[in-house]
């Protein structure tokens, strides 16, 4: 609708200048006509009064001769649109004059002098009184052509503007009726007759591209005017169709082979050769989309996170439902009356279930969530608040989010449940004690910590105990795997099987194994095009920073202490006490985006923290145009990050604990030149995956600066080859081949 707002306003903006500019010259060519006849009026009054006012001059003097041209100018005055006449003698002086003629244009005698002077008649506006009048000035002669005096004619000229108004006026109101009457038909024409057609164009090509077939375009005379642009879209869908059909069953033939690359179309081929018709459903406490309110717009947007991009792949690839908390404050405006969707919303590949929580539930199961089990989880010196208040509404939000489950597996035969992460720990026995049919597999995203370190949770039993209700439980590492295994030894009544890993209690067996979660592979070379669309993009926003060094380094991360930041910079800052040569040469941008929005406190200190410590290094090193450190703490996105990645020197990655931490990944897939190199922190899961970056201990600040500057140095020769190893691991272990491991697991596939 607002595209037929824009076209209309366009053609009655088109129309208003082109009817202004005809307008414009009918007022010019009007007023020169109006003006013409005034000149030819004054003219020919002019005429007719010379022969008796002259005969006065020559044969009367004094008294007799202003009574003979004050009765003359009596006898002339009271004509229609004459405002006065008036006569003066060869100095100048007025002899006679209408009465009511305004003073203002009987003493302004320059025009009278002008004309006796020059022996030419002379012809003016005044305004005068509030009302516009016309003066004609004509000299007078005596028999020898000597000049003795002066004609003043004054009319009113009045009705010239009172016309060119009514012209305006006129021709306005028609302008007026014109828009109203064009508006409507265009917006007719437009609405029925254009856009209907091209919705129905777009929703057939739609259903093209998502797998339908081609019937909508057979009958193609019901597309008008579109029809040559239907008949070319038929010929690109049965194209598309054929090699959909192609790249299927090479996919299918590819499942049998383990040396060829996971991709979405083996993903899908595997769900349907292993799964057969049997649906997904994903929990997760983040939702993948988001609608939020933006002035009078509703905007949906992607929710960054690296659980966000591995799962979304995955669904996108292999369809079902994902539930999670609706947060967004247009969600419900744009889900239906079941809180459902379908996503991605320009191109659906599954539905998204969203679970309303009250701030109260919301608040005590996320903090429960972040302050509790996350950092119990982590080794980074936080302590782990526990609160009875945020462990019941934990709980609770469990039980809600069990029994929206539950609805959706109600006619589901043998569905597979894959539960995502710390905030959903008890789900699994919740829902294998109501389905024992369902195939229920978590993923735990963070680390898992040492029995020691778990043992201070006060409800430690109840979650070992939930999270054993799974056939699978995933971990990113197989350290994690074995730190589980030695807390539920310590903690859980249980038979352990080191040979399977495998934990059995109550007749019901669960195993432990390591899925390294990756991220998607794209190994297509770029075109010259989208190279220089990418550099233009990096360069662009380089420069808007402020940002001109030789080297520039780059650190993406969210705000969380976990992730080392404030090492980082002591590490720059060793970096450039022993290296002062490249003050000025080396910039290193700090990407910090906020991620916990529901908690601004934890966030706001986060972020002081990180500022201060910028700021002290920047004071320290920074010069007049240089600052060694910019920190930007606002979200970029992942086009914005590609390209930063492309041009980006080395990445350094200083987590102090990390299950894995794919921007590690990200970093190594986007160089397809071969180029740069990666420091990574030996805590982070993907130090096991990418042995070729430069492995280091952040919390060893000097090692940091030793390592900036073996980036710095490093032969290209040698940055080729650790990349290239670098990104055969990624490529061999992306995020579909994780997807297809962790489902053959939980599904018991060999």
């Known amino acids: 609708m607002r595209y037929i707002f824009t076209i209309i306003g366009t053609v009655v903006l088109t129309v208003t200048l082109v009817a202004f500019f005809f307008n414009l010259k009918q007022v010019n060519e009007e007023r020169t006509a109006l003006m013409t006849n005034l000149q030819q009026r004054a003219s020919l009054l002019s005429d007719s009064l010379k022969e008796s006012v002259e005969f006065s001059y020559v044969n009367s003097s004094g008294a007799s001769l202003k009574t003979s041209l004050q009765k003359t100018v009596d006898k002339f005055a009271n004509r229609e649109r004459l405002a006065?006449?008036?006569?003066?003698?060869?100095?100048?002086?007025?002899?006679?004059?209408?009465?009511?003629?305004?003073?203002?244009?009987?003493?302004?005698?320059?025009?009278?002098?002008?004309?006796?002077?020059?022996?030419?008649?002379?012809?003016?506006?005044?305004?005068?009184?509030?009302?516009?009048?016309?003066?004609?000035?004509?000299?007078?002669?005596?028999?020898?052509?000597?000049?003795?005096?002066?004609?003043?004619?004054?009319?009113?000229?009045?009705?010239?503007?009172?016309?060119?108004?009514?012209?305006?006026?006129?021709?306005?109101?028609?302008?007026?009726?014109?828009?109203?009457?064009?508006?409507?038909?265009?917006?007719?024409?437009?609405?029925?007759?254009?856009?209907?057609?091209?919705?129905?164009?777009?929703?057939?090509?739609?259903?093209?591209?998502?797998?339908?077939?081609?019937?909508?375009?057979?009958?193609?005379?019901?597309?008008?005017?579109?029809?040559?642009?239907?008949?070319?879209?038929?010929?690109?869908?049965?194209?598309?169709?054929?090699?959909?059909?192609?790249?299927?069953?090479?996919?299918?033939?590819?499942?049998?082979?383990?040396?060829?690359?996971?991709?979405?179309?083996?993903?899908?081929?595997?769900?349907?050769?292993?799964?057969?018709?049997?649906?997904?459903?994903?929990?997760?406490?983040?939702?993948?989309?988001?609608?939020?309110?933006?002035?009078?717009?509703?905007?949906?947007?992607?929710?960054?996170?690296?659980?966000?991009?591995?799962?979304?792949?995955?669904?996108?690839?292999?369809?079902?439902?994902?539930?999670?908390?609706?947060?967004?404050?247009?969600?419900?405006?744009?889900?239906?009356?079941?809180?459902?969707?379908?996503?991605?919303?320009?191109?659906?590949?599954?539905?998204?279930?969203?679970?309303?929580?009250?701030?109260?539930e919301f608040g005590g199961h996320y903090r429960f969530s972040v302050e509790a089990i996350y950092p119990l989880c982590l080794m980074t010196y936080t302590r782990p608040v526990f609160r009875k208040d945020n462990w019941m509404m934990y709980k609770n939000v469990n039980k809600k989010f069990a029994q929206t489950l539950l609805a959706e597996l109600k006619d589901v035969e043998e569905p597979i449940v894959l539960i995502q992460d710390y905030h959903f720990a008890l789900l699994p026995q919740m829902i294998k004690e109501a389905r024992p049919d369902a195939e229920v597999g978590i993923f735990w995203h963070v680390p898992w910590p040492s029995p020691e370190a778990f043992s201070v949770c006060p409800w430690r039993k109840e979650i070992l105990k939930g999270m054993l209700g799974a056939d699978i439980v995933g971990f990113n590492t197989q350290q994690f795997c074995n730190n589980f295994i030695d807390t539920i030894g310590k903690e859980v009544e249980s038979l352990i099987d080191l040979e399977t890993f495998s934990i059995t209690r109550e007749d019901h067996t669960t195993h432990i194994k390591s899925f390294p979660i990756s991220i998607v592979f794209s190994d297509s070379k770029e075109t010259k095009i989208e190279q220089s669309e990418s550099n233009d993009l990096g360069l662009g926003i380089l420069k808007k920073l402020g940002i001109q060094t030789k080297y520039l380094g780059l650190g993406v991360d969210r705000l969380d202490h976990a992730k080392g930041i404030p090492e980082r910079f002591i590490g720059i800052e060793n970096f450039f006490d022993a290296h002062p040569e490249y003050q000025g040469q080396l910039t290193f941008l700090q990407i910090a985006s906020p991620h916990r929005e529901h908690f601004k406190e934890y966030q706001e200190q986060y972020k002081d923290l990180i500022t201060k410590e910028a700021n002290r290094v920047n004071q320290k090193f920074g010069a007049k145009e240089w600052k060694p450190i910019v920190l930007e703490t606002t979200q970029y996105s992942p086009l914005e990050l590609k390209a930063l990645f492309k041009i980006a020197h080395f990445c350094l990655i200083t987590s102090l604990h990390d299950s894995m931490n794919l921007v590690a990944k990200e970093y190594v897939a986007t160089r397809n030149d071969s180029l740069g190199v990666l420091i990574l922190s030996q805590f982070a899961g993907a130090s096991r995956d990418l042995k070729d970056a430069l492995i280091i201990n952040p919390h060893n600040t000097e090692e940091i600066g030793t390592a900036i500057y073996t980036a710095l140095t490093m032969p290209l020769s040698e940055q080729r080859r650790r990349m290239d190893t670098m990104r055969t691991s990624v490529k061999d272990y992306n995020v579909y081949r994780w997807a297809a491991e962790f489902i053959k697991a939980v599904t018991s596939l060999s």
């Open 84 to 360: 006065g006449i008036a006569l003066y003698d060869n100095q100048g002086v007025l002899l006679a004059t209408s009465s009511g003629l305004p003073k203002t244009i009987i003493e302004n005698t320059k025009s009278v002098s002008d004309a006796m002077d020059s022996n030419t008649s002379r012809n003016n506006f005044f305004d005068a009184e509030g009302e516009s009048r016309y003066v004609f000035v004509d000299p007078l002669h005596n028999d020898v052509g000597s000049i003795v005096g002066a004609l003043m004619i004054v009319q009113n000229a009045g009705y010239v503007n009172t016309s060119i108004n009514q012209i305006w006026r006129g021709n306005l109101l028609r302008l007026g009726i014109q828009i109203i009457i064009f508006s409507i038909a265009i917006f007719i024409i437009l609405r029925f007759f254009v856009f209907r057609q091209v919705i129905r164009l777009v929703e057939s090509v739609k259903k093209i591209r998502m797998g339908g077939k081609n019937e909508t375009f057979k009958d193609t005379a019901k597309y008008s005017f579109f029809k040559p642009l239907a008949k070319e879209i038929t010929h690109m869908a049965n194209s598309l169709l054929a090699a959909r059909s192609s790249a299927s069953e090479e996919a299918r033939m590819r499942l049998e082979k383990l040396d060829t690359p996971w991709t979405a179309e083996r993903l899908k081929e595997f769900i349907k050769a292993y799964l057969k018709d049997r649906k997904i459903f994903i929990v997760s406490n983040q939702e993948p989309y988001i609608h939020q309110k933006n002035k009078n717009e509703i905007v949906c947007s992607i929710v960054p996170s690296g659980l966000n991009t591995a799962v979304n792949s995955v669904m996108e690839a292999c369809g079902g439902v994902w539930i999670a908390h609706g947060s967004g404050d247009a969600d419900k405006e744009s889900s239906d009356e079941n809180g459902k969707l379908q996503v991605p919303p320009n191109d659906p590949h599954y539905t998204l279930k969203r679970v309303w929580l009250s701030e109260k």
